[in-house]
């Protein structure tokens, strides 16, 4: 089964590149830039990644973030995943970035857009990966700090395909962000959101009926309301779901508890994807392999789940001929 999951091209569709963050490369551009971090060995790091709630893991993500200051920062933050992506067979990949996290603290937009294109055009290049860019906003943040960042992407519009909504779930209701997803609607952005991950499903319908999305990112918590499910199905609206991620941030208790073939049986396109790799402890095919394992998925499940990521990817047509 671990043969046929690494030997299938497949697509990743929730993905942030601020969590690709390996601490290896970390401590590499902390010591270029002279930037003191809490940690002295690797092993340090990878003890302080034990996490209780989605807030805990945030805490610790925004602050490895940090160190990256120049354009060559991200570009190797972004090599680094597509190199992951090369020797997990992804050959198409819908990236998050967080501009918020780095213009907060004084890094200009174009020094994290330019770094990132750089990366995407040499990882085509060199493997044949095919990528775009969901610029999400940070729900903890204002919508007014959301429209800042939306006016700063428009000169780099052709290089962003979508927006979405990430951070603390709890408290920061998708209605917090209807205007700025409107406007990001008008300029032709696709809209995606974090919704159900630790929220309740009233933030799915929201993200549903008030942000418009076109694709959820988790919606997990939709198994708690059939009507939900039902609307989801109806609309074809694809889930992609994030099992490592899941278990990590204690949404799940169990892998074998995980809720990704009721999913699949309420007839949901869920899809498999691996969040922020670098924290929660494996890339595409450890995803995989850690739930085909739990719930003894078949190989026609994951034919389903790998078919499901590139059909409701935001590829183009002919791409999407090109990949089934
Ligand atoms: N949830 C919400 N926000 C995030 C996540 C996540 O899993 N990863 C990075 N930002
Ligand atoms: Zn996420």
């Known amino acids: 089964m671990k043969d046929f999951i690494s030997a299938l091209p497949k697509a990743e569709l929730h993905l942030h590149i601020e969590g690709s963050f390996e601490p290896e490369l970390m ?7 002279q930037i003191e971090i809490p940690y002295k060995t690797i092993d340090e790091v990878k003890k302080a990644y034990q996490f209780s709630c989605l807030q805990d893991f945030l805490d610790i993500y925004y602050a490895g973030a940090g160190v990256l ?32 996290t780095h213009t907060e603290r004084g890094i200009a937009f174009e020094t994290v857009i330019n770094g990132l294109q750089k990366a995407r055009l040499d990882a085509k290049e060199k493997w044949g990966i095919n990528s775009l860019f969901i610029m999400s906003y ?58 159900g991950e630790e929220g309740p499903a009233e933030y799915i319908w929201e993200a549903i009926d008030i942000l418009k999305v076109a694709r959820i990112d988790h919606g997990n918590r939709c198994l708690e309301d059939e009507n939900l499910v039902q609307e989801i199905v109806k609309k074809d609206l694809a889930l992609t779901v994030c099992p490592l991620s899941n278990l990590e941030l204690r949404n799940t208790d169990v892998m074998t508890k995980h809720p990704l073939k009721k999913l699949l049986d309420k007839g949901i396109k869920a899809t498999v994807n691996s969040d922020d790799p670098a924290y929660f402890g494996g890339y595409m095919n450890a995803n995989f392999e850690a739930v085909q394992e739990a719930l003894k998925l078949s190989k026609e499940d994951i034919i389903t789940l790998v078919k499901n990521s590139f059909n409701y990817s935001f590829a183009t047509d002919d791409q999407k001929k090109s990949y089934l």
């Open 138 to 195: 940070l729900r903890h943040l204002s919508e007014e700090s959301a429209f800042e960042t939306l006016k700063q992407s428009l000169p780099y519009k052709d290089l962003i395909t979508s927006v979405g909504l990430d951070s603390s779930e709890m408290g920061n209701p998708p209605t917090k962000f209807k205007n700025v997803f409107e406007a990001s609607i008008k300029e032709g952005y696709i809209p995606v959101a974090h919704a």
């Open 27 to 33: 401590f590499e551009i902390a010591q270029r830039n």
């Open 69 to 100: 200051i120049h354009e060559k920062d991200f570009y190797d933050l972004a090599m680094a995943y597509y190199q992951k992506c090369y020797e997990n067979n992804v050959i198409h990949t819908e990236i998050m970035f967080d501009p918020q």
